[in-house]
């Protein structure tokens, strides 16, 4: 919902020739369109969390995550914003990062688990901290890196 946003922004500008032109993007013809994309996105997450607060009742799973993060990956690569990415998603970044910590490094090289569980949240689970407490402490993260993706902006 963070990084959709973000790249809703990010979309409006790159798709308006002055502004695009005033904070030193390039310009693409059509970007603008992708804000309406990403704003849905936004909202749709929005609407999601709003009526599925804790305890859940309804899971995404998967199949929509796995969507929703080819979307924003789509529109990192038509917006020419791929390393924005990194920072943005950070914590899909951090979550991915632990699996292939735990897969590859942690049982080919080093024999043994590196953490309890992967992906980062289910160690944290494992560890006794609450779920609310883990996805209230995760949304936080999402919240701060999103605003450092704004911060980006002006950084040309």
Known sequence: MCAAAVYAVFAYIIGNRIYA???RFD???G???LTVLCAALAGAGLGFLW???YPAEVFMGDTGALALGGVLGAVAILLKQ????VIVGGVFVVEVGSSLIQGKIGENIAGRRLMYRAPLHLTFRHLGVAEPRVVIRFWIVSIVLALLGLLTLKIR
């Open 82 to 85: 791929e390393v924005l990415f």
């Open 51 to 53: 009526f599925n607060a």
């Open 27 to 29: 310009f693409v013809p």
């Open 21 to 23: 032109d005033h904070l």
């Open 31 to 33: 970007a603008e369109e």
